[in-house]
């Protein structure tokens, strides 16, 4: 089904934007492990909406409601289910877009798809409201893989033309990745980076209009030797997970289309051994190399188009009466996604990587 993902631990997602509610469904996890509800909370909460003019107005709690699978804080064995109410909608805001599909957005081949079924309520089960879902299963995997030793953590590496430092590719540390997971508004390295993001996202808005940007994403602790080749690579199965983020367009691992451009004696990472193992001296690769890790911190980065719903006016079709027209979206939205979208990154990688850790 194409909410799910996994073999082993299969994760399903359900729910609509502005539907009574929206949830997971986690089935195969572990038992005994110790679920901090407090710390997930906080994963949760960096997602969250309406958290300032960069953000959509719409106000929820996100909290989530564990229905089964959870017994005194612990997994019990049992399909994990946890599902989150939807309190703030207002759904007369998308009535237009019954007949006039969005430009940019999954309007228009849902209608194709579903025969004018499909719910445009704020997006339906094509929006952004989907990935707290997602994000409560990455937040509870993520925490059994800390006590696992493997630790990842994201930053926003760009919007419209102002970028961040990049994570250090060989030298990056589990203490710089979780230090930039706390910053609030915006998980950056350099704040004055940060303070000219906000400031692009200002602008825009100020435009009726939206910008895109790139996070980044970094994997520590994994060894050797996980993965396979060819269909069910590292790269493969984080690629489908993070493809499951709406707006996501793009991803590359290590030096990504960068690659392109360069020799094989300068994309090549040279090995050596350091304390008793194998490393390379610089990570072009992304710690894959034949879709299995090597060991080296997993690197990747994904590619999120501006938002579609703009106010400014734009052209598209009636689909009722098979004409051209004009739209002007009415409602609450982003204006820029990437700035709650670096837990849902990290919840990605965590979903993609329990099939080989767990």
Request: contains cysteine; proline residues 6%; charged residues 20%.
């Amino acid at each position: 089904m194409s909410s799910e993902y996994g073999e082993r631990i299969k994760i399903s997602i359900f729910g609509q934007s502005h539907g009574a509610a929206i949830g997971v469904v986690m089935d195969g996890l572990p038992a005994g492990e110790t679920v901090d509800l407090e710390e997930l909370q906080d994963f949760l909460d960096r997602r969250r909406p309406g958290q300032g003019v960069h953000t959509t107005a719409r106000q929820e709690g996100d909290v989530p409601r564990f229905l089964s699978g959870l017994v005194d804080g612990h997994t019990c064995g049992a399909p994990l289910c946890a599902v989150i109410d939807n309190t703030d909608t207002r759904s007369k805001d998308y009535a237009n877009l019954m007949e006039i599909p969005r430009p940019g957005h999954a309007d228009y081949p849902a209608w194709v798809k579903w025969g004018g079924q499909n719910d445009v309520r704020g997006g339906g089960h094509f929006s952004g409201r989907l990935t707290a879902p997602l994000c409560i299963a990455g937040g509870i995997l993520k925490q059994i893989y800390a006590r696992r030793g493997v630790v990842i953590g994201a930053h926003i590496a760009a919007i419209a033309s102002v970028r961040d430092t990049p994570f250090h590719p060989v030298e990056i540390t589990a203490a710089e990745l979780e230090a930039v997971g706390r910053k609030r508004p915006l998980a950056v390295v350099d704040d004055r980076a940060g303070q000219a993001m906000l400031a692009a996202i200002y602008e825009a808005s100020a435009q009726g209009d939206s910008v895109g940007g790139v996070v980044e994403c970094c994997v520590l602790g994994l060894p050797a030797g996980l993965g396979d080749p060819m269909f069910d690579g590292l790269e493969n199965r984080i690629a489908r997970a993070a493809f499951g983020i709406p707006a996501v367009k793009g991803i590359e691992f290590g030096a990504g289309f960068g690659a392109a451009a360069l020799r094989g004696s300068e994309n090549n990472d040279p090995f050596r051994v350091e304390n008793g193992r194998v490393v390379t001296e610089t990570n072009r690769h992304g710690g894959i190399l034949g879709g299995i890790s090597t060991g080296m911190p997993l690197l990747f980065r994904c590619a999120f188009k501006p938002t579609p719903s703009i106010i400014k006016p734009q052209r598209s079709v009636n689909l009722r009466t098979m004409e051209n027209a004009d739209l002007v979206v009415r409602g609450r939205h982003d204006p820029c996604v990437v700035t709650r979208a670096v837990p849902c990154v990290e919840a990605a990688a965590a979903i993609a990587l329990a099939d080989v850790l767990l």
